[in-house]
């Protein structure tokens, strides 16, 4: 990555977000299909801003790729972003339009995938998931209506993204704020093409990501 402040950036100029609008219509009409043994409360990774607070009811996420089952007991935040560990879960079926618009992101290989959702006005806990000088995660986090303002803090101050994708820098505290009851983000973890993270972060940037503990 090259040493800048950039925190946040939009990628709506380098995706194909044509069929966005279908994304919001599908997720729709299948989310009240998928067993609930695949929907989970979210949890904020790492470090909440508010102690003691950890997550909100009604905030809630569906895990579309899943760790391989003789990785679920080793399961650590530095395995979001390698491919190796991860497979497709069956509740991925439930999203072939996302799936596709997925297929055509610009990663050379993915890891985790979530969609998060609320049904109602809710806030999701502003925090950062990690803080190693060493790692700064490539992702991408997806919004199929701006209803979710997804926001990164910088010195107090919250910087919104404008547009419907984005990259930020996950080691500052982030969040969202829901405007409207329906609201549902993607963020897909993993490894960029080596263009792609040129055209973000400059050239001779390198994928930066944390060792892989207690394996």
Request: hydrophobic share 35%; charged share 35%.
């Amino acid at each position: 990555m090259k040493e800048s402040k950039e925190y946040l950036i939009e990628l709506d100029e380098y995706l194909d977000l044509t069929e966005l609008e279908l994304v919001e219509k599908e997720f729709a009409n299948s989310v009240n299909k998928v067993p609930k043994k695949y929907i989970n409360t979210f949890r904020a990774n790492g470090y909440p801003l508010e102690k003691g607070v950890t997550h909100r009811d009604g905030v809630n996420t569906i895990y579309l790729r899943d760790l391989k089952p003789e990785y679920e007991k080793i399961d650590n935040y530095s395995m979001i972003d390698k491919s190796i560990y991860w497979e497709d879960f069956p509740v991925y079926d439930y999203f072939p339009i996302l799936k596709k618009l997925i297929s055509k992101t610009p990663f050379k290989d993915i890891g985790r995938i979530l969609i998060v959702y609320s049904k109602d006005i809710i806030d999701s806990i502003i925090h950062r998931d990690h803080i190693s000088v060493e790692c700064c995660n490539e992702f991408i986090w997806l919004r199929s209506n701006k209803n979710k303002r997804i926001f990164v803090m910088i010195n107090g101050e919250r910087i919104y993204i404008k547009g419907y994708s984005c990259w930020f820098d996950s080691r500052e505290f982030h969040g969202s704020e829901v405007t409207e009851k329906y609201s549902m983000g993607v963020r897909i973890d993993g490894e960029f093409t080596s263009d792609f993270r040129e055209k973000l972060f400059g050239k001779n940037s390198k994928w930066k990501s944390l060792p892989i503990m207690d394996i």
